[in-house]
């Protein structure tokens, strides 16, 4: 059974910072491309960082280069998203997905989300 589960959202002042984890389970998972997505209500899901599964590419949404940091950890099946300077636009629920890919994992798989809220 594939699970993903994230935590270490919270509170933040802007600029302060936070960092996501995602914990998965149930594919091999260093096979797996790895996203972040976050989503505001009534807004659709915004796609903010993706890493390839070995971690060498790695992709992010302009609003978040330079401040955000996708890694992971193949030996802990986790995902991580350093997140620095943090603004209140940075406001949103995040949600890490694993990346559908043939014969190893059928369909994308997304957590439950964690919830980021940057405000003073």
């Known amino acids: 059974q594939v699970q993903l589960v994230e935590s270490g959202g919270g509170l933040v002042q802007p600029g302060g910072s936070l960092k996501l984890s995602c914990v998965t389970s149930?594919?091999?998972?260093?096979?797996?491309?790895m996203s972040w997505y976050r989503q505001v209500p009534g807004k659709e899901r915004e796609l903010v960082a993706s890493i390839s599964s070995g971690g060498s590419t790695t992709n992010y949404r302009d609003a978040v280069k330079g401040r955000f940091t996708i890694s992971r950890d193949n030996t802990k099946n986790t995902v991580y998203q350093q997140m620095n300077s943090l603004k209140s636009e940075d406001t949103a629920v995040y949600y890490c997905k694993a990346v559908r890919r043939e014969i190893i994992l059928k369909n994308d798989y997304w957590g439950q989300g964690t919830q980021v809220t940057v405000s003073s």
């Open positions: 149930g594919f091999t998972f260093s096979l797996v491309a």
